[in-house]
């Protein structure tokens, strides 16, 4: 038996024809969602991940600007442009493309996005309702991994769910959300000891690490839901964490790469857009 594909990037095109209904019909009242990305310097895969996520606005019927600012752009420079962008009533959702070059303050850059228009989760506010359970705007790569999961049909309740990599911006927050879905949770990181010994436990295994091969089909336990929310480059080619050779006899299910998380990740920030955008219409 091989695992079944889970196609992301089918689901990220339904999720995508959902949202440019919802659109349409928030446009026949006279109100356009907006968002707008935040591009500081010419790093190559930050202008691709701007200009797929324009492009998805444009599937979507979201209005998209994008405000590119030179390498050796100010703090105070940046942070003017950042507040401008608040202080629109047309830009609904805000995205600062991460990461920006050394010499500015991410964190006080990333402070200028007011919580309510903080597409990507990633605000103090945003974090902390997570942590509380309070409705409010969800990362959207671990929005994209749950509803991965979902397309598996596999019930979360009771299951336990293996993160792998504990950032602020996949493996946390995923592991939150899997918490939230009544998962037992457990989270490894790069000083775990014997990392195979956990995630052979794991119902459902997500790995948000960026080191292609890391899991092996040896660490997988059989029928499991596999997530590869990784991304590294072996011989110019896209990969994931997952050894897909070993690992796709093993498991129940399993997420490609390319074509699981990333397409999912976009897809989820234009429902976050026009979540926004309808919660401020009262729709
Ligand atoms: P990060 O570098 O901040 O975090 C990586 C995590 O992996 C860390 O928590 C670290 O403890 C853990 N780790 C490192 N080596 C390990 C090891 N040998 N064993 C176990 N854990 C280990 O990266 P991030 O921002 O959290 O992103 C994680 C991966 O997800 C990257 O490959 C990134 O490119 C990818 N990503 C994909 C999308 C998408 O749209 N598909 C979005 C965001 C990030």
């Not at 997952?242 to 498991?251: G, L, M, Y």
């Not at 857009?273 to 401020?280: G, P, S, Y």
Request: proline share 6%.
């Amino acid at each position: 038996m091989s695992a079944v594909l889970l196609d992301g990037k089918m689901l990220a095109a339904r999720r995508e024809e959902e949202t440019l209904q919802r659109v349409n019909a928030l446009k026949a009242r006279g109100i356009e969602p907006g968002l707008a990305f935040i591009l500081v310097g010419e790093d190559p895969a930050s202008k691709v991940y701007v200009r797929s996520k324009n492009k998805a606005c444009e599937r979507c019927g979201i209005r998209s600007v994008t405000c590119h600012l030179p390498e050796d752009v100010t703090q105070e420079e940046l942070e003017r442009e950042l507040k401008k962008l608040a202080d629109d009533p047309s830009v609904h959702g805000m995205l600062l493309q991460l990461p920006i070059p050394r010499h500015l303050d991410e964190a006080a850059a990333l402070a200028c996005i007011p919580p309510e228009k903080d597409v990507d989760g990633f605000h103090p506010v945003n974090a902390g309702n997570l942590v509380n359970g309070i409705p409010g705007i969800r990362s959207c790569t671990p929005l994209g991994i749950m509803d991965l999961i979902a397309l598996s049909g596999v019930k979360t309740e009771g299951k336990h769910a293996v993160v792998i990599g504990r950032s602020a911006i996949v493996g946390k927050p995923a592991a939150l959300l899997l918490l939230e879905a009544n998962c037992t949770v457990t989270i490894c990181h790069s000083r775990t000891v014997d990392l195979a010994k956990y995630t052979r436990e794991a119902d459902i295994l997500v790995s948000a690490v960026g080191k292609a091969g890391l899991i092996t089909g040896d660490m997988v336990k059989p029928g499991a839901v596999v997530i590869d929310a990784g991304i590294a480059r072996v011989d110019g080619k896209v990969v994931g964490d997952v050894d897909r050779q070993s690992v796709e006899p093993i498991a129940g299910f399993l997420s490609p790469v390319p074509g699981g998380c990333g397409p999912m990740t976009i897809a989820e920030l234009m429902v976050n857009t026009l979540n926004i955008a309808e919660a401020k219409a009262n729709v």
